[in-house]
């Protein structure tokens, strides 16, 4: 029972660092469409914190004797795939799905880790989903403001 708990568990870091790999790979392109200099800058910022993220991912697995391997995250794949070009509120409504996601999947492979005694991977991983948390309530500021500036220039 506890080895098919282990697979399972290393299927959802494999799963967890494609979604950070995916992330990190277009965000780059993203930040070129937004209009504001804080929302370009915050989402560069963020693709450093992805890959750092996606390393972490590679060391829990090195130490399980695994790697990243081929899976996809299927999520953040129909995420990127259907993002489209608009205004910096709707770009940061998808980077900020994208940080859900990454908060859904951290918090799972918490309890995995947890639940099977990898006591270091889940203090790796509780760091990262810390960072993710104030990573959200930092995009959800900065989207208060913008549309807080965005009203009033229509109503000008």
């Known amino acids: 029972m506890t080895e098919r708990l282990t697979d399972l568990w290393i299927e959802q870091l494999k799963n967890l660092h494609s979604l950070e790999v995916q992330l990190a790979k277009a965000l780059p392109a993203m930040a070129r469409t937004a209009e504001r200099e804080e929302v370009r800058n915050f989402l560069l910022h963020h693709r450093v914190r992805a890959k750092a993220h996606a390393t972490m991912l590679e060391t829990?697995?090195?130490?399980?004797d695994e790697t990243p391997g081929n899976v996809t995250c299927a999520a953040m794949g129909r995420l990127v795939a259907e993002w489209k070009p608009s205004d910096d509120i709707e770009l940061l409504r998808t980077v900020r799905r994208g940080v859900h996601?990454?908060?859904?999947?951290?918090?799972?492979?918490?309890?995995?880790?947890?639940?099977?005694?990898?006591?270091?991977?889940?203090?790796?991983?509780?760091?990262a989903m810390e960072e993710e948390q104030y990573e959200d309530a930092s995009l959800a500021k900065l989207g208060r403001r913008i549309h807080g500036h965005a009203s009033r220039y229509a109503a000008a």
């Open 60 to 64: 829990i697995l090195g130490e399980l």
């Open 101 to 127: 996601q990454e908060i859904e999947r951290l918090a799972k492979a918490i309890n995995g880790a947890r639940v099977l005694g990898y006591d270091d991977a889940a203090e790796l991983l509780c760091a």
